[in-house]
């Protein structure tokens, strides 16, 4: 007869730890990784480390990185209508969101038409059609 601690007891030496994961980057697809990464780097203030053609890496200090990953014929998301998903979208927080929308817009994101905006955050599109938020 099995006791309720020798059933605890094989339970916990089967469960694995949990080894320990971080994340490293964030990757996004583009048709002109260059590019994407430029307007990243300005729009942040972060590093372009050096690049291949296909493959460029942004560098934020502590803050990480963001990798723009060549897709050949790389359609932009046509968010909010899911005839080609979002697949992901990032979230910037900023001290002043008007100052910030003002940058970013002369160093070429564009607002979503249909995105959903409030007093704390306004939906962007970078250049490559991925969208983007600016939060307060």
């Not at 990032?90 to 959903?116: C, H, K, P, Q, T």
Request: charged fraction near 20%.
């Amino acid at each position: 007869m099995t006791s309720i601690s020798d059933t605890n007891a094989a339970a916990d030496a089967t469960q694995a730890e949990t080894p320990r994961i971080s994340l490293q980057a964030v990757v996004l697809d583009t048709d002109d990784p260059r590019g994407l990464a430029e307007f990243y780097a300005s729009l942040l203030g972060w590093e372009i480390e050096p690049a291949e053609d296909d493959w460029v890496t942004i560098v934020g200090g502590a803050s990480g990185q963001l990798d723009f990953q060549l897709a050949l014929n790389h359609k932009p998301p046509t968010w909010p209508d899911n005839a080609i998903p979002q697949q992901l979208h990032l979230d910037l927080n900023v001290d002043d969101l008007n100052e910030a929308a003002a940058y970013a817009e002369s160093i070429g994101a564009r607002r979503a038409e249909n995105g959903d905006h409030s007093p704390n955050f306004i939906v962007f599109l970078d250049p490559s059609g991925h969208p983007f938020c600016l939060c307060s």
